[in-house]
RNA sequence: CGCAAAGUAUG
């Protein structure tokens, strides 16, 4: 059961749901019936694979069969309705999964915050953490919790609000990690802050965080978008002398900067430069370089790199 | 530790 399941979950999340669905029922010819780590399993890829209704159907399944749906399964449903922006779906199985005497936990609220982050309902997500703190045991904010509030905060661009919450959270004894820092760094870049951005790089550094590539992208993201290519390079050098690798998403956003400034020529030699490094361009790279091209009206040389994409077996982005 | 939640590039 184990090893089918772990195939199952392997298949899932490469995508192969049907695949994974057909594994799932072969199980029961071979004699070794799901459990409900593999209901589980499923019913988590069905979700990522925004099959919500059938995820709530083999839920129905797992437990005609006798398997009651865990924390897990709650859980995996709540966060895949919060994906899908459906909010109202969610706090149905939140209900649910309470009449059934099953405790929500830290996951299952901080998928909830995620869910009404996304929708806006900002205030609500505020409102959960606040219960979760009032709950606390299982329920206690984490990193993760805060994290995922934070990021949340920032993409609607209450800057404030999130540097609020790290504040509150270190407060609380909550350590905050690289993620949390990037979510409020990327949305200082954003924003042409990039002042405030440094400051939040020294104070992780000071709290013992090292600086992994992707704050090193935050910081070269946005210095590109502010037109400061001449910095967000001198950027890239500095990470380079600090052991860390400039990957795609570097290089993607330094090509970008080239383009917006329209210094396309530049640009493919920086396409060049990565594939010399043995940094290979997705289709992100080259959609951004192609849109460039065209917004430059040069038409030809667009067309040029989509053949050439598409003879890597890329898919336009 | 067979299963659930968080950070970076184009559109």
Request: glycine residues 8%; aromatic residues 6%; negative net charge.
């Amino acid at each position: 059961v184990i090893s089918y399941s772990r195939r199952i979950d392997a298949l899932c999340k490469k995508g192969q749901i049907s695949e994974a669905m057909k594994m799932f029922r072969e199980m029961e010819e071979k004699g070794s019936p799901p459990d409900s780590y593999t209901y589980n399993i499923l019913i988590n890829g069905l979700c990522k694979d925004a099959q919500l209704e059938m995820g709530v159907s083999l839920m129905d399944e797992m437990q005609a069969r006798g398997f009651s749906p865990t924390v897990i399964t709650y859980t995996t449903l709540i966060h895949g309705f919060c994906t899908a922006g459906r909010i109202d779906a969610a706090m149905d199985v939140l209900d649910e999964m309470k009449r059934r005497g099953i405790a929500p936990n830290t996951v299952t609220y901080t998928a909830l915050i995620q869910g009404l982050c996304e929708r806006g309902e900002v205030e609500t997500a505020v409102q959960v953490l606040k219960e979760m703190k009032l709950r606390g045991n299982e329920c206690r904010p984490n990193v993760v919790t805060y994290t995922q509030l934070i990021h949340g905060l920032c993409q609607k661009g209450l800057l404030e609000m999130g540097i609020e919450f790290l504040d509150e959270m270190i407060i609380s004894g909550c350590f905050p990690n690289n993620a949390t820092y990037t979510a409020l760094i990327h949305g200082l870049c954003q924003q042409g802050r990039f002042t405030e951005a440094a400051v939040l790089v020294n104070e992780m550094v000071a709290i013992g965080c090292e600086l992994d590539v992707v704050i090193y992208n935050s910081l070269i993201d946005g210095l590109c978008k502010m037109g400061e290519l001449d910095f967000a390079r001198e950027m890239q050098t500095l990470m380079v002398e600090k052991g860390m690798a400039p990957d795609v998403f570097t290089y993607t956003s330094l090509i970008q900067g080239l383009c917006d400034a329209g210094l396309l020529d530049e640009a493919l030699g920086l396409m060049q430069e990565m594939r010399g490094k043995g940094i290979v361009p997705n289709s992100v790279t080259y959609t951004t370089l192609i849109n460039g091209f065209t917004q430059a009206d040069r038409t030809e040389h667009a067309l040029q790199l989509l053949n050439e994409m598409k003879s890597k077996g890329l898919i336009p982005a």
